[in-house]
């Protein structure tokens, strides 16, 4: 749960922040409150977990989002897993340093046109992807990372990927990074298509434990769906419950019109 004095402070300084106010005459940070860990310190506390529950796990890549801001969150899961590779993104505020001057990145990415190039997303089929790249020194990490710019085929701005280990190429942190949403996809049809999301009346643990056993008996039931017996004969992906659950309401619907 989040500081609820912290996040009171930055709320207000934000608004003054819109008004012009100077940093002397705003409001001082609070101090940070140890029982409420901020995002970075719980998805390490629970990557530790995991590495220590699984040793028999080999992992290469920890794909993150938005959880790059400073050098902490890179360093310290990429020595969890014995310095794999961490990539995540970089907002477009962010100041790089290039030739001794400190500029942002959408004015480097600028100056640097990237280079078109097919890239198979997440296994899929090979689009279209603009890359930019550089090795360069990140004024919020402190150190030297490998910057990645990259814009899919009709969108009109980049999005800017950092990376800890700077010995991979380009195309493979543009395909690496992409992989998170897999995981993403998978928490929202278990806890959103399923019913739970925020209408849950059963939170923390034992919540969690009875959803994954009712996601589980969901996943079994669908199985003999024709649509995903018809899937898995010829060896393509399964349908996710939630898609077969919006195909089942939209049969039912035409069935009784």
């Known amino acids: 749960m989040p500081d609820p004095i912290m996040t ?11 008004q012009g106010i100077p940093k002397k005459n705003r409001p001082e940070k609070p101090s940070k409150n140890a029982d409420h860990p901020a995002k970075s310190e719980i998805a390490l506390h629970l990557l530790s ?12 890549c920890v794909p993150a989002d938005n959880l790059c801001g400073t050098a902490t969150f890179p360093d310290n899961a990429s020595d969890i897993f014995g310095g794999v590779q961490v990539v995540s993104k970089l907002k477009k505020s962010q100041n790089v340093k290039s030739r001794g001057k400190i500029i942002s ?3 480097f990415f600028k100056r640097y046109q990237g280079v078109t190039q097919k890239l198979r997303i997440r296994g899929g089929e090979p689009v279209s992807v603009t890359l930019g790249s550089a090795r360069m020194h990140v004024c919020a990490h402190g150190k030297k990372r490998f910057v990645t710019a990259m814009k899919h085929e009709g969108e009109n701005g980049y999005r800017y990927l950092v990376a800890s280990d700077m010995s991979w190429r380009t195309p493979d942190i543009a395909q690496a990074h992409p992989l998170r949403w897999l995981a993403e996809v998978f928490i929202r049809d278990r806890k959103m298509c399923e019913g739970w999301y ?11 434990r009875r959803s994954l056993i009712l996601s589980l008996l969901c996943d079994h039931r669908i199985l003999p769906h024709t649509e995903q017996i018809a899937r898995i004969d010829n060896n393509l992906p399964a349908c996710t419950v939630g898609s077969l659950r919006d195909r089942v309401r939209a049969e039912s619907v035409t069935q009784f019109f």
Not at 8 to 18: F, G, M, V
Not at 51 to 60: G, R, S
């Open 198 to 208: 925020h209408l849950t009346r059963q939170p923390d643990k034992e919540g969690s």
């Open 49 to 60: 977990e995991f590495h220590t529950a699984f040793p028999q796990i080999i992992v290469n």
């Open 105 to 107: 990145l959408p004015t």
């Open 8 to 18: 009171a402070w930055n709320k207000e300084d934000k608004k003054l922040r819109k």
